[in-house]
């Protein structure tokens, strides 16, 4: 079940940075939170994970809470291709774990 | 990365009748995973269908509405059984790759497959 709170749906202009937030108050020491995307029609895409330390890959950041209730998913420079849904999900890094999916964020970057 | 196939992409379908749908891996996997996205929804997990034994499915959904079948590493097949309009949704197969990432939680997800109930 999922175990993550993400407001709804959010803006962000064109050039600037996106920061998404994700509330996972519950989570337990040993589960990992993802970051998945979903643009229209297509299946879900991966884009980031971490566990207790600041994460950055060439698609975004992510930044976790010292207390790891929270996270917040970065798009340094959001273009108008980032608009999505996206997905944060928290589950334990064993091989076969299933992913459960929130509600997500509607993410909708303006020119 | 794991490429995924699905088919057929999208298709119309009468009331009580049944549809297999097919997700072909470009690589062994171990663990796949059906989806299910009702218009304007989440996903939602329908199963998970492992190689060599029977599928390992959700609390609400059974095995008699949506059968699974494992036969290889490399392809799954879900059927929606006796369907009706509330199984109308787009069915996604994913997996999780296990030699360039295993064990870090990186998904792969076929495009899906557009089902409509009429």
């Known amino acids: 079940d999922a175990k993550t709170t993400q407001p709804p749906s959010m803006d962000c202009a064109e050039g600037r940075a996106a920061n998404l937030p994700c509330n996972h108050s519950?989570?337990?020491?040993?589960?990992?939170v993802y970051w998945y995307r979903q643009i229209h029609s297509q299946g879900p895409q991966y884009i980031i994970h971490?566990?207790?330390n600041n994460e950055t890959n060439e698609m975004a950041s992510l930044t976790i809470t010292e207390d790891r209730k929270s996270s917040t998913l970065i798009l340094p420079h959001a273009t108008l291709r980032d608009t999505a849904v996206y997905y944060c999900?928290?589950?334990?890094?064993?091989?076969?774990?299933?992913?459960?999916f929130g509600t997500g964020t509607s993410l909708t970057v303006i020119p | 990365s794991a490429v995924i196939s699905q088919k057929p992409s999208r298709d119309i379908c009468q009331r009580g009748t049944s549809l297999t749908i097919q997700c072909q891996v470009d690589?062994?996997?171990?663990?796949m995973f059906w989806y299910r996205q009702q218009p304007g929804q989440s996903l939602t997990l329908i199963a998970t269908?492992?190689?060599?034994?029977?599928?390992?499915?959700e609390s609400g959904f059974v095995i008699d509405k949506f059968p699974i079948s494992r036969p290889n590493l490399t392809f799954s097949t879900l059927t929606v059984s006796n369907m009706s309009p509330e199984d109308s949704s787009i069915y996604l197969c994913?997996?999780?790759?296990?030699?360039?990432?295993?064990?870090?939680?990186?998904?792969?997800f076929g495009e899906g497959s557009r089902l409509t109930v009429l």
């Open positions: 690589s062994q996997v171990t663990m």
């Open positions: 971490g566990l207790k």
């Open positions: 269908a492992n190689q060599g034994s029977e599928a390992t499915y």
């Open positions: 999900i928290v589950r334990v890094a064993t091989f076969g774990n299933q992913f459960y």
């Open positions: 519950t989570i337990s020491g040993n589960e990992y």
């Open positions: 994913s997996v999780e790759d296990d030699w360039d990432a295993p064990g870090t939680g990186e998904l792969f």
